[in-house]
């Protein structure tokens, strides 16, 4: 069976992980319990994710000339990850990501872009082999619109499956969304796009499907919304199936989005169909709420087997 092949676009960070009690307060100082350094970015997670599932991975982004790039250089081989088009920026530095975790798993985070941001078209050009010959093109927004754009034109001309992950939030041109596959929104993107209060599984079937109108209607077409603990909503042109959570003690929930997009992306490039690609990306996410730090948490197959005999 040929392996599926992944293309992802995206961020490519170091993660300065701290534990906490709790976030705090305007003008406090507290003391950390713990403090690690962790590669991620979206783009590198779900790109890890993607390879540890079984597929083969090319990775397009930019890092900067420094010593955090020596290790997503480092990072990137040992998933074996194809890094030709991963670009080096000696101008700007490798992008950093801060983030405080508290007790029960929940996070917050502040991203400094930096060379990511200087993400070029004709750096997609470059790669543009890699999006044609791809079974899934895979994207978040962590690097600039105009690449993103250039990498959907590529993708959408040779057949290949586009899916966005729309973090982290941020208005979208519509001509942009009409060229998506599938779009995975948290409630708090959603909300953002359609102009909806998500705050219910109501609401959040209500907001899919408007935002399902939006989204190429050729192929796969589908709006996953992502609910946390409450579990998903596929919405697809004639139906919306909400898919439970796989409950699990959570300890960090920074990649679980991201484990989840890479999963899906691996599981559609299979040739799995909707439903089973997005069970299976929820058990995925599961998977890496239960790992410290995000690139860390991306699962391999007998993680995901764990997860699913337990769920």
């Known amino acids: 069976m040929q392996q599926p ?11 300065l992980v701290i534990r906490a009690e709790r976030m705090p307060n305007r003008g406090e100082t507290l003391i950390g319990e713990t403090f690690d350094i962790f590669t991620g ?3 590198f997670n779900q790109a890890t994710a993607a390879a540890r599932l079984g597929a083969d991975v090319t990775l397009i982004g930019r890092i900067g000339d420094d010593p955090f790039a020596d290790v997503l250089r480092s990072a990137i081989e040992s998933e074996h990850i194809d890094s030709r088009f991963v670009k080096t920026d000696a101008e700007n530095g490798t992008g950093i990501a801060t983030i405080v975790v508290e007790p029960d798993g929940d996070n917050s985070i502040i991203v400094v872009p930096r060379a990511n ?11 543009a082999d890699s999006i044609a010959e791809a079974d899934v093109l ?22 290949t499956i586009v899916i966005l992950d729309p973090a982290p939030a ?16 948290n409630a708090t993107e959603a909300a953002l796009l359609s102009g909806h209060t998500v705050n219910t599984l109501e609401a959040g079937i209500v ?19 992502t609910f946390g603990e409450q579990g998903v909503l596929l919405c697809t042109p004639t139906q919306s199936t909400h898919i439970p959570a796989i409950s699990v003690d959570a300890v960090d929930t920074t990649g679980a989005g ?8 691996t599981a559609l490039a299979n040739g799995n169909d909707l439903s089973e690609a997005v069970r299976f990306a929820t058990a995925a996410g599961a998977a890496a709420a239960t790992v410290l730090g995000a690139t860390p948490s991306m699962p391999t197959h007998e993680k995901l087997e764990a997860i699913l ?3």
């Open 117 to 127: 941001m200087q993400l070029t078209s004709k750096d997609i050009t470059d790669a």
């Open 258 to 265: 991201d484990a989840f997009s890479g999963a899906l992306a």
């Open 41 to 43: 970015g979206k783009g």
């Open 138 to 159: 895979l994207l978040q927004l962590e690097t600039p619109i105009e690449a993103s754009q250039t990498a959907i034109n590529i993708a959408k001309a040779n057949d």
């Open 170 to 185: 941020r208005p979208l041109p519509q001509s942009l969304l009409a060229q998506v596959d599938i779009l995975t929104p």
């Open 207 to 225: 907001t899919a499907e408007t935002l399902q109108s939006q989204i190429a209607t050729d192929g796969h077409s589908a709006v996953v919304l």
């Open 309 to 311: 005999s337990e769920g």
């Open 5 to 15: 092949k992944v293309t992802v676009l995206g961020s490519v960070n170091v993660d």
